[in-house]
């Protein structure tokens, strides 16, 4: 059993920066594949970026290439989103996940652990 919990989400404004941090219980983090996805009112949640279990491979979703970065501390069990130059349109509540297959899963539905979500709100 993996348990999630997020943290870092607040109100920015547009062009702001946020950090969001996702700790993870249990002993076998590093075995883990990570995600970052999000979900706005009214719509479907989606895939922001996952990275691989040491760390060494990334892969964003088109909208927020260039502009978010994620990265992971397997000795603390926790995975970061770094979040640049933020629209209105990055506005959502984030989530992490974890899948136990290797790969940088886009596909929500591969994920078997998720966190409770934390809110980014960004003002024009």
């Known amino acids: 059993q993996v348990q999630l919990v997020e943290s870092g989400g607040g109100l920015v404004q547009a062009g702001g920066s946020l950090r969001l941090s996702c700790a993870s219980s249990g002993r076998t983090f590093s075995t883990y594949a990570m995600g970052w996805f999000r979900q706005a009112p009214g719509k479907e949640r989606e895939f922001v970026g996952a990275?691989?279990?040491?760390?060494?491979?990334?892969y964003y979703a088109d909208s927020v290439k260039g502009r978010f970065t994620i990265s992971r501390d397997n000795a603390k069990n926790m995975v970061f989103l770094q979040m640049n130059s933020l629209k209105p349109e990055d506005t959502a509540v984030y989530y992490c996940a974890a899948r136990s297959s290797s790969g940088l899963g886009t596909d929500l539905r591969s994920y078997r652990y998720w966190g409770q979500g934390t809110q980014v709100t960004v003002s024009s």
């Open positions: 990275i691989g279990r040491s760390g060494g491979s990334t």
